[in-house]
């Protein structure tokens, strides 16, 4: 038996934008959002994963991920900027002592995949996961339970 016989259960993570000029959070009261940018590449990539699959997405810059949260998936994927390089961090590293894998992406996994802050990650997405030969073979080994340490 694999170790996703079942549903596999997804839990999409948009790190925290740290405060800066750049994240725009002292703009965002006037336009009555929470955050300036929604996570559309986690939004697309939910789009891409087997419709029978659960998955969820916390947006770290407008609510909380608990503990809960990446208990109850069975894997974690967690895209992210340079600018949140060390809220992924806290994240890989929540889920590494919840024993749930973290598979890391987005801009700054392909631009830095040998990072200090992604060595607690089980896998590395490292470019587009749109491509084909990305996302099939991850969501194939994500099914079977066997996380290769790395997509390109």
């Given at each position: 038996?694999?170790?996703f016989s079942r549903?596999?259960?997804?839990?999409?993570?948009?790190?925290?934008?740290?405060h800066?000029?750049?994240?725009?959070?002292?703009?965002?009261?006037f336009?009555?959002?929470?955050?300036?940018?929604?996570?559309?590449?986690?939004?697309?990539l939910?789009?891409?994963?087997?419709?029978?699959?659960?998955?969820r997405?916390?947006d770290m810059?407008?609510?909380?991920?608990?503990?809960?949260d990446i208990a109850?998936?069975d894997a974690?994927?967690?895209?992210?900027?340079?600018v949140?390089?060390?809220?992924?961090r806290?994240?890989?590293?929540?889920?590494r002592?919840?024993g749930v894998?973290?598979?890391?992406?987005?801009?700054?996994?392909s631009?830095?995949?040998?990072?200090?802050?992604?060595?607690d990650?089980?896998?590395?997405?490292?470019?587009?996961a749109?491509?084909g030969?990305?996302?099939?073979?991850l969501?194939a080994d994500?099914?079977s339970?066997?996380?290769?340490?790395r997509?390109?």
């Amino acid at each position: 038996m694999t170790l996703f016989s079942r549903k596999v259960k997804v839990l999409l993570v948009n790190p925290e934008t740290p405060h800066s000029y750049w994240g725009f959070q002292e703009s965002t009261w006037f336009v009555g959002a929470k955050a300036a940018h929604a996570p559309l590449p986690l939004i697309t990539l939910a789009g891409m994963l087997p419709p029978e699959w659960d998955v969820r997405l916390v947006d770290m810059n407008i609510e909380r991920l608990g503990d809960k949260d990446i208990a109850w998936a069975d894997a974690v994927l967690v895209t992210g900027m340079i600018v949140q390089k060390e809220a992924a961090r806290e994240v890989i590293r929540r889920c590494r002592a919840l024993g749930v894998p973290a598979v890391a992406g987005g801009p700054f996994v392909s631009s830095s995949p040998d990072a200090e802050e992604l060595r607690d990650a089980a896998s590395l997405v490292i470019g587009e996961a749109e491509d084909g030969a990305v996302i099939g073979p991850l969501v194939a080994d994500l099914r079977s339970g066997s996380l290769k340490a790395r997509y390109v």
